[in-house]
C-alpha cells in the first residue's frame, strides 16, 4: 500500500486592503482534499478567521483553487467578516 500526503499552503495579499493576507491551505485527508481559506490578521498573525472549509474526494486542487479564489475577491464580503470578527 502506498500512502501519499499532500500538504501546500498559499499566501496571499489582497490589493484592496492592508488589515488582512489570506491563506489557501490544501490537505490530504481520509476522504479526499481539504482546502481552507483564512484571513489573518496583518497586525497579529494569531488573529485568524476560516472563511471556507472545500473537500474535494476527487482530489481536484484546481477547482477548489478556483473556488478559493473566488471566495477571497469578494472585497465586500472579505472586509466585512474580517471586521465583524476579527476587530
Do not use: W
Not at 491551505?25 to 481520509?30: A, K, Q, S
Not at 481552507?36 to 483553487?65: F, K, P, Q
Not at 477571497?72 to 466585512?80: E, F, H, T, V
Amino acid at each position: 500500500m502506498k500512502t501519499t500526503h499532500i500538504y501546500q499552503i498559499e499566501i496571499l495579499k489582497p490589493e484592496y486592503t492592508d488589515l488582512f493576507h489570506c491563506h489557501i491551505e490544501f490537505e490530504t485527508i481520509e476522504h479526499g482534499l481539504k482546502c481552507d481559506v483564512t484571513l489573518v490578521d496583518n497586525d497579529d498573525s494569531d488573529n485568524r478567521l476560516t472563511i471556507a472549509t472545500a473537500i474535494s474526494e476527487g482530489y481536484d486542487m484546481s477547482e477548489l483553487h478556483a473556488d478559493a479564489i473566488d471566495l477571497l475577491s469578494n472585497k465586500r464580503y472579505c472586509l466585512g467578516v474580517f471586521k465583524k470578527h476579527c476587530r
